[in-house]
């Protein structure tokens, strides 16, 4: 499923966002550079209005980019494909359907042989977790299950990118962690790239290789962090507190003191 | 998950215990809202019953009076008038005119409303025209369908055609407009498009509000069926309550009356099992 054989660069160049707003023109992402291999798991982390969901939803194909281009190995994006997958803060799961439903539409619409699609189906069903559940509704399930349904509705579509925009933001702490964690089980099971957009320094810290720090006004990539700690990573220890606090420095620095 | 797992199996016994316990309160609660649904129409059979006796008067009959016509009119035998033993007739002429116009609007309204809400041009093409015709009573049109139709069936299945489809239509629009965008977004980026949206996304999501409008377009629908029938046809529940008051046979119009009530009461309750049925996944939508 994952695609060691065949890495897939994701490279942006020079993208560029405006939004009209009313009569005026808002630029949320001054030219943005960035190259993300294929495996790896990138956290960006940036005040509000930084424009690091609007980058998110350019590399997902939702939003084109008002100059400048995100490509995969070289080839454009230009609009939403079945490579890369988002996993939005609401769900967004289909409430018609059921869990295997939902975690089945991908593989249905490219008309696979039955066995096939039921096959993946079952896999990444218990891949989160959710065989008890398979038969339910978004409905009757808990945020921590349907943030899990679409992570695998995601994930049986043979995505190459997971792209999360604030995944677990909706969600308590408790459910957070255990998610956090089979996150990161999942990413090393399936070798994906992830794109994680989060408000949290220490979400980031705790499940990435490379956090880019956004800063806004317009938004641009201020940093660039890689994180070597091991993994499971330990969240008292104190090189992971000294790299949260180089981070928070950074992300701060930029915080504009409001004027009155 | 592990825990999930456990709690569920340790608790096992108590939980069907009170399932059991919550099934009976349900079954009570059920019987208490019959009882209390069938209640009021008796008391106001019983009102309407001293009303005519107290005030004695003759153009009103009584209950009683009522329910021998409905016993002459379902079986026959009392009165043997042009009437007797006839509501079969009457009730599947009606039937076969609200349904066929019922489900014309629903074969035109539905799509129609799909795609109005769904591209932009058509609803600049459609929309002004449609927010122009709707507020015309259906009843206004009832010359002009007497000129097209001619006097006959297909006029009152043209009234109830146009009584139900706004309904249906605006429905499905709206429900169409109010989808999360984020449906669209997630079904696009796992490979489904064109008329796949439409068949998988925009009508399983816009079903709730597709079924308002046919439950209103329904009741409509019985309500125009008397309009429908005044366009001189023989045979109909309509045409009964005109014939009623033509002859000032108000026992007759009431007993139509209460025939076309029940029909339409019926035909609701399976409307509702429907798309109770259909729409299950969603909980705002039970009753």
Redesign the interface.
Known sequence: MSNALHPETLTVRGVTKRFAVGDDEVEALAPVDLTIPQGEFVCLIGASGCGKSTLLRIIAGFEEPSTGEASIDGKAITGPGSDRGMVFQDYALFPWMTVRQNISFGPRQRRLPREEIDKTTDEFVRMVGLSRFADRYPSQLSGGMKQRVAIARVLANNANILLMDEPFGALDALTREQLQHELLQIWTRTGVTAIFVTHSVEEAVLLADRVLVMSAGPGRIDSDFRIELARPRDVSSPEFNALRRDIARRLTSHVVPSRA | ?ND??TI?TETAEPVAAAALRRRNRLRLETLRAIALGAGFPILLILIWDRAVAMTGTRLIPSPYQVAVMMYDFSFGGVYDDAFSGTILIHVWKSVQRVYGGFFLAAVIGIPLGMMIGRIKLLRQLLDPTISLLRPIPVTAWLPLSMIFFGLGPNAAIFLVFLGAFYPILLNTMFGVRSI?P??F????????SGA?MFR??VL??S?PAIFNGLRIAHGFAWILIVVGEMTGVPTGLGSVVMDGRTLSRTDLVITGMIVIGACGFITDRIIVAVSNRL?????QHLE
Do not use: F, K, N, Y
């Open positions: 998950m999930h797992a569920l999360d984020r449906l977004e997630a079904a696009s980026m796992l490979g489904c796949g998988q996304i399983p999501a079903l729409l299950s996944w969603s909980p």
